[in-house]
């Protein structure tokens, strides 16, 4: 199974304090893939990223990232894996402008050699980056914000930069935190076709609220309810799936697989 | 008018030293979120430094670059031994509040001052020293007339000019003053993005104890040496960088210079015992008309 995964979660139980937010979590995401998050408010989604990207130490569990075993990742080290995320909110820095946040997401310090970064800090090092970071911007169609500072942009335009920060770094896994909340379906249908072209280069893994946009992008869907998966596999799947159904609405009836299917839940 | 450049050259030459300390303390509270009251403390101790090896033989050449390493040295290893520890969420959530936490490192500055002034009064002794300037402390001569305007002015404000054009060059021109900038911004962020942000905080001590060095070694050839010489300094620079506004180096810049052109004026025009009251008044005003500093951004922490 490892072999054929970019990332691969066992057993993955987090604790806060009396609470057990994640139980016996597992999650398997294969290279060039969509893998979709969804579950009510406080499922705990977000803590699977948290526990991806070192923010949440987990009480247990394994995580296998491009087939290798290895300790949960500390913030810092996830570029080196390959891994990017995006942070719900967007999570743009405001004082820096757009390329400047772009930059951002290069790994700009490798951490590795603290004193080779401080002396290699030259301009042209900079001058190099800035051209990668207008180039992810170009990708995401954000180009003509290249200036500007994050507070002068549209909803819609901080999402295209937040996927471009998320690229310059060029992972293999890429993590999408409510990316379509607070989008109009205008943009929604936009981004799920920027999606399916990044999918050429990356896995990409998604929380989200918006059930539609899951099952039309979405290669395989895991549903969580109070920490644990209830159901996973494709999205005709799950959503005929009676855990899900139950979940979602409290009983398992034919209306509610119409509903789930299409509302916004 | 003789008078007026005088108070001109000199509030330049006194305010380029302020811009210097007010820097130091604008960089450390972006990069650590403390106001570091033991600044000059430290400045005093490399200067200390500085002066033993003077007095020994070395050049004053050797005792300048010295002081500006061990202000930087000085500078992070107070962040890891004494900064890192108490910023540590796990170790301090004992205290009640956020603000309490906030205020801890704050306090442990000023026990940081204290403990280097006595520790310089055992090593150094507590009495007055002179120490040297690069440069003739005498006016330029034109024509046979004095002017209020000294080779060592000169220094002074050159190697600022310099420092500041280095400090801007590095904060925008390189990969690891971005990362400085966005770990002032947003540190949960910044640690997503792959940034150390420890290790970029210890660099902003760092940069800001070389700054303050070199304050340092600028101030105490008119002021001499001991180990209290330099908390009207700090004092001033603290007041600086409140009034151009505690989160922007440019504002600290232009406070330094706002606070030397006002000292320098009440000591020409008035009497230099009125520094003090022209002080408070700067600082009041500043308090009262706008809170956050000239240059200050909106959502800036009151202190």
């Not at chain 1, 057993?11 to 937010?21: D, M, R, S």
């Not at chain 2, 500006?68 to 205290?95: F, H, Y």
């Not at chain 2, 209290?228 to 300094?233: I, K, M, Y």
Request: net charge positive; glycine share 10%; aromatic share 8%.
């Amino acid at each position: 199974m490892s072999e054929t995964t970019d990332l691969s979660i066992s057993n993955l139980t987090v604790k806060f304090g009396g609470l057990t937010a994640l139980d016996d979590v597992f999650l398997d995401v294969a290279p060039n893939t969509i893998v979709g998050l969804i579950g009510p408010n406080g499922a705990g989604k977000t803590t699977i990223f948290n526990s991806i990207s070192g923010l949440v130490t987990p009480t247990s569990g394994e995580i296998s990232i491009h087939g290798k075993k290895m300790k949960w990742p500390a913030s810092h080290q996830l570029a080196e894996f390959g891994i990017s995320r995006t942070l719900q909110g967007v999570g743009l820095f405001s004082g820096l402008s757009v390329v400047e946040n772009v930059m951002m997401g290069a790994n700009i310090t490798s951490g590795s050699n603290f004193l080779k970064d401080l002396f290699g800090a030259s301009g042209k090092a900079e001058a190099k980056l800035r051209r990668r970071a207008l180039d992810a911007l170009a990708w995401a169609g954000a180009l003509d914000m290249a200036e500007k500072m994050p507070g002068d942009l549209t909803y819609p335009q901080t999402k295209r930069v937040s996927i471009a920060r998320a690229l310059i770094s060029q992972p293999k896994i890429l993590l999408l935190d409510e990316p379509a909340a607070g989008l109009g379906q205008d943009d929604i249908d936009k981004f799920a076709a920027l999606l399916k072209q990044l999918k050429q280069r990356c896995a990409i893994i998604i929380v989200e609220h918006h059930v539609d946009f899951i099952g039309a992008i979405s290669d395989q869907v895991y549903v969580l309810n109070f920490g644990k998966v209830i159901s996973s596999g494709t999205f005709d799947h799950v959503k005929r799936d009676p855990a899900v159904l139950a979940a979602y609405l409290g009983t398992s009836t034919q209306t509610g697989s119409e509903k789930l299917g299409g509302g916004h839940a | 008018m003789n008078t007026f450049l005088a108070a001109l050259f000199s509030g330049t030459s006194r305010g380029a030293i302020f811009a210097l300390v007010a820097l130091g303390l604008v960089i450390v509270w972006r990069g650590a979120g403390i106001v570091n009251f033991a600044q000059m403390g430290q400045a005093m101790f490399s200067t200390y430094i500085a002066s033993t090896l003077i007095t020994n033989g070395s050049s004053y050449w050797v005792g300048f670059v010295v002081a500006l390493l061990s202000g930087a040295a000085l500078g992070s290893i107070l962040d890891v031994l004494v900064m890192r520890p108490l910023s540590n969420k796990k170790k301090t959530e004992l205290l009640g509040s956020e603000s309490m936490r906030a205020a801890v490192p704050v306090l442990a500055s000023l026990g940081i001052l204290g403990a280097l002034q006595a520790l310089a009064g055992i090593i150094w002794a507590a009495e007055e020293r002179g120490f040297p300037a690069p440069a003739k402390q005498e006016g330029f001569t034109v024509a046979g007339n004095a002017m209020p305007f000294t080779a060592f002015d000169v220094f002074v404000i050159g190697s600022v000019a310099v420092t500041l054009i280095l400090t801007t060059l590095f904060f925008k021109k390189t990969s690891m003053g971005l990362a400085m900038r966005a770990t002032a911004l947003n540190q949960e962020v910044a640690k997503l993005s792959g940034i150390r942000t420890n290790r970029t905080r210890t660099l902003s001590w760092a940069i800001s104890g070389a700054s303050s060095s070199l304050a340092g070694l600028l101030l105490t050839p008119s002021s001499n040496l001991s180990p209290n010489t330099l908390d009207l300094a700090l004092l001033i620079g603290f007041t600086a960088a409140v009034v151009g506004g505690l989160d922007s180096p440019a504002g600290a810049v232009l406070g330094g210079f706002i606070l030397g052109m006002v000292i320098s004026f009440v000591t020409f025009y008035d009497t230099p015992e009125d520094v003090f009251l022209a002080i408070l008044v700067v600082l009041l005003l500043a308090l009262i008309v706008r809170p956050r500093g000239i240059l200050g951004s909106k959502d800036a922490r009151r202190v």
